[in-house]
């Protein structure tokens, strides 16, 4: 892996691609809400998908980490990501819940996530400008 050289231009593209997908579950678990339809497929499979992102960017971020890339960021800017990936995880670990409250807290926790995407993103984004 060491001859593989990626472009930070890489991890704005799936930062982007995170921001997406975390608002597509966001939107999807609030719908759910809405009409007051149990948890089910497409809540898990929103939360899933932007798992997968959160867990691609992070290992963009840890390559660009190992090329030198980001030293001099600030912390928030990794545990963001990491807090938003755990927020999503929380809704598996914890105990089931009845059928619609089941959809509101994976509502809650969606919306948690995204928090902690902006704020990610917009730390990274203010690093990369030169502003940190």
């Known amino acids: 892996m060491d001859e593989v ?6 991890h704005l593209t799936a930062g982007v691609g995170v ?7 966001l939107a ?15 809540e898990h499979l929103a939360l899933v998908l932007a798992q997968v992102a959160l867990l691609v960017q992070a290992l963009i971020g840890i390559k ?8 001099v960021q600030k912390y928030v800017h990794y545990l963001g990501g990491v807090g938003a990936l755990g927020l999503l995880l929380l809704n598996h670990w914890l105990p089931p819940l009845p059928a619609q409250a089941q ?3 994976a509502l809650w926790l969606a919306a948690a ?3 902690f995407v902006v704020l990610s993103f917009g730390v990274g984004q203010m690093y990369v400008r030169g502003g940190g």
């Open 28 to 42: 999807v678990t609030g719908q759910g809400v809405r009409v007051r339809r149990a948890f089910g497929r497409p």
């Open 103 to 105: 959809t509101r807290r």
């Open 5 to 10: 050289i990626v472009s930070p231009t890489v």
């Open 113 to 115: 996530s995204f928090a």
């Open 64 to 71: 660009l980490l190992d090329q030198g890339f980001g030293t």
């Open 19 to 25: 921001l997406l997908t975390s608002l597509g579950a």
